[in-house]
């Protein structure tokens, strides 16, 4: 099953930005990248490339049989600007 991401703000009024089904964490840190980035004025990365963000955590949520929803966090880390010029490149 393909799980539902969102970006959660750990600080202030635990606001929620949807990053919808992704394949993949990461997949779903660069949708959060292009839609709300600019928004929040922050672009995140699952890869470790440096001090994990203590305000963000990425959630993948899954519904598991009998309506039950699993959440698992995912640590975010501050992009480095470099890293959105390759993948704009691409």
Same mark, same amino acid.
């Given at each position: 099953?393909i799980?539902?991401?969102?970006?959660?703000?750990?600080? *202030?009024? #635990?606001?929620?930005?949807?990053? #919808?089904?992704?394949?993949?964490? %990461? $997949?779903?840190?660069?949708? =959060?990248?292009?839609?709300?980035?600019?928004?929040?004025r922050?672009? =995140?990365?699952?890869?470790?490339? *440096? %001090?994990?963000? $203590?305000?963000?955590?990425?959630?993948?949520?899954?519904?598991?049989?009998?309506?039950?929803?699993? %959440?698992? %966090?995912?640590?975010? #880390?501050?992009?480095?600007?470099?890293?959105?010029?390759?993948?704009?490149?691409?």
């Open positions: 099953m799980p539902h991401y969102i970006v959660r703000h750990l600080a *202030g009024h #635990f606001e929620e930005l949807s990053c #919808f089904q992704q394949l993949e964490d %990461e $997949s779903a840190a660069l949708y =959060f990248n292009i839609v709300h980035g600019a928004k929040v922050r672009r =995140f990365t699952t890869q470790d490339l *440096g %001090e994990q963000c $203590s305000d963000y955590v990425l959630i993948a949520r899954e519904t598991c049989p009998g309506g039950f929803i699993k %959440e698992r %966090e995912i640590a975010l #880390f501050d992009a480095p600007q470099s890293l959105h010029r390759r993948r704009a490149e691409r």
